[in-house]
């Protein structure tokens, strides 16, 4: 199994600002750490971020695009599914955000969530064999 590093990407450039410097072969004066830093800053901006929880009372998740429908109060909503803590909830579950509502469509009434995040990549048997 491929084993995946996770690291603060604040820390990592706090440390570089803080010890790293270039050296100019020319004159040997050291001077700051310009484009090595922007290059790190880069490769960071385009790894993957670990999900974390987000309280609905900071924001709630963006409007369902999906063409995923799911019938729900005698309507059908689009609606993305999402990892939640529920009030009174003592594990994480999943429910539907239509935009407006929390729900899972087998049920009949809306649920209160505390926080939710994305859920993860689906797993796939090919990556684990790398």
């Not at 690291?7 to 100019?24: G, M, Q, S, W």
């Not at 880069?42 to 609905?56: D, F, G, K, Y």
Request: hydrophobic letters at 35%.
């Amino acid at each position: 199994m491929k084993a995946i590093r996770l690291i603060d990407a604040n820390i990592l450039l706090e440390t570089i600002k803080n010890n790293c410097y270039v050296l100019n072969t020319q004159d040997n004066s050291i001077t700051g750490h310009g484009m090595f830093l922007e290059g790190i800053q880069q490769a960071i901006a385009e790894q993957s971020t670990v999900n974390q929880w987000i309280p609905v009372s900071e924001r709630l998740p963006k409007m369902p695009t999906g063409e995923d429908k799911y019938h729900f109060k005698g309507e059908d909503y689009s609606a993305d599914e999402y990892i939640v803590m529920l009030e009174y909830g003592t594990i994480p579950t999943t429910m539907y955000w239509n935009g407006t509502e929390w729900f899972d469509p087998h049920e009949k009434f809306s649920y209160t969530v505390l926080a939710w995040q994305l859920l993860p990549e689906p797993y796939r048997e090919s990556e684990d064999k790398q």
